[in-house]
Each structure stands twice: as C-alpha cells, then as structure tokens.
C-alpha cells in the first residue's frame, strides 16, 4: 500500500514539493553561512519525494543553534515551503482519492517550518512512546 501511495503522490504533487525543496537547497548552499540550510533541504527533498513510510521525530541532542536556525529558517524559506504543502494539500483533499494525499502533505507542514533538529526515520523502525 505504501508503494502505490508513494507513486500516486509523485505524480500528483510530490515531484513539484521535492523540486521546491531542491531549489530551497541550491539556494541555501550558494552562500557558506546557509550551507546547513542545504542540506536540511535536500533531505526533505528526498522525504518529500517518497513520505509514505517514514516519520519525523525530534533529535533529543538537538539545541539553540537549531532554534536559531530554524527562526533564519522560516524566514528565508520556510514560509514559502509551508505554503506550498497547504495549497497542494488543499488541492488533494478535493478528491476523496486526494485526501489521503492531502492529509501527507499537511504532515509535511511543520517539518518544513522547522527542519533543524528534526530526523527523518523510517515507520518500521520507530516505534513512539506510548504514556
């Protein structure tokens, strides 16, 4: 199921998400000071490409240079990255085949304002817990 989700929604809008990211991440490594920045956007790149599957969590070790950054973040990038994710989303959710598109991408909403200090994993392999 997740192999049939994952292509509908590259087709349907993950492609355009990812290239977003993409451009987010050439843009951010042009300059040296922005270089994190970069790689944080290639890397939701690739989890906007293929989110089926996977989750965000926080890192336990993550500090006030992610806070930091993250504020530079939505500044520069974010806002547009985040606008993006609910225009589509709204878009997918017209359809009820759209919806569980729609509801991804609105998923994708906050790891896209604050990228830094966040981890990508795989659903399989982590298990939250459960109080």
Request: net charge positive; with cysteine; proline share 5%.
């Amino acid at each position: 199921m997740r192999l049939l989700l994952n292509l509908i929604w590259l087709v349907f809008g993950g492609l355009w998400l990812a290239l977003g990211y993409a451009f987010a991440g050439l843009v951010a490594c042009l300059l040296i000071v922005t270089i994190p920045f970069g790689i944080a956007a290639f890397r939701m790149a690739a989890y906007a490409l293929w989110p089926f599957g996977r989750d965000v969590v926080q890192r336990p070790t993550a500090g006030v240079a992610s806070a930091v950054g993250n504020v530079l973040w939505i500044l520069l990038f974010g806002w547009w990255l985040a606008l993006g994710h609910i225009v589509t989303g709204i878009a997918q959710c017209l359809t009820i085949i759209g919806i569980p598109l729609g509801l991804a991408n609105f998923k994708l909403i906050p790891v896209s304002l604050l990228p830094l200090g966040s981890e990508i994993v795989d659903s399989d392999r982590y298990l939250p817990s459960r109080v």
